[in-house]
């Protein structure tokens, strides 16, 4: 999503994959939406202050404006998103770093002393996140997953990473 000031306009372009379920604009008690992927909302210009809300994932962002910048409230720290495309984690500063089932080259686990995560790699990019029981029961689910390579690595007393999945490659004639 990106929210640019044009002109005297505040512009809001839905530019995921998830459809923006409504705009609400406190201060002049309006309601825009929904918003499909691939468009944008205009918001009046003497708009001071915008909640975001995608229902899908349970995503509320708060947007406040002041004549120069804008500022947001992000969903918080830590919160992962995990669906049928892929999986999304919010870091702090209010960015998002994700990896789609479909785009997956790689999986890595890294375990520490008293932490388990997961290295999702793409051709180009991916994401890290902690460990849930749905996650795990998502990539297990992966045709090729060495289980037994997971199970190692949690159970190890020492610090351990390793791959457990790698896309299968096709053979080509």
């Known amino acids: 999503m990106l929210i640019e000031r044009i002109g005297s306009k505040l512009v809001v372009v839905n530019d995921g994959?998830?459809?923006i379920d409504e705009i609400v604009v406190e201060d002049?008690?309006?309601?825009?939406?929904?918003?499909?992927p691939g468009d944008r909302a205009e918001i009046p210009s003497d708009a001071s202050s915008i909640t975001i809300r995608v229902r899908e994932g349970a995503l509320e962002a708060r947007w406040i404006a002041d004549e120069t910048t804008l500022e947001s409230a992000p969903a918080p720290q830590g919160t992962i998103e995990l669906d049928a495309r892929g999986v999304r984690r919010w870091r702090a500063d209010g960015t998002a770093e994700s990896a789609?089932?479909?785009?997956?080259?790689?999986?890595e686990i890294v375990k520490t002393f008293d932490d388990v995560q997961w290295v999702l790699h793409e051709d180009v990019g991916g994401c890290v996140v902690p460990s849930s029981d749905e996650l795990v029961a998502r990539m297990t689910a992966l045709p090729g997953f060495d289980q037994l390579a997971m199970i190692d690595a949690i159970a190890s007393t020492r610090d351990a990473r390793g791959?457990?999945?790698?896309?299968?490659t096709t053979a080509r004639g």
């Open 17 to 19: 994959e998830r459809l």
């Open 28 to 36: 002049l008690d309006q309601v825009l939406g929904p918003i499909a």
């Open 100 to 107: 789609r089932w479909d785009r997956l080259v790689a999986i």
């Open 163 to 168: 791959v457990v999945w790698r896309r299968p």
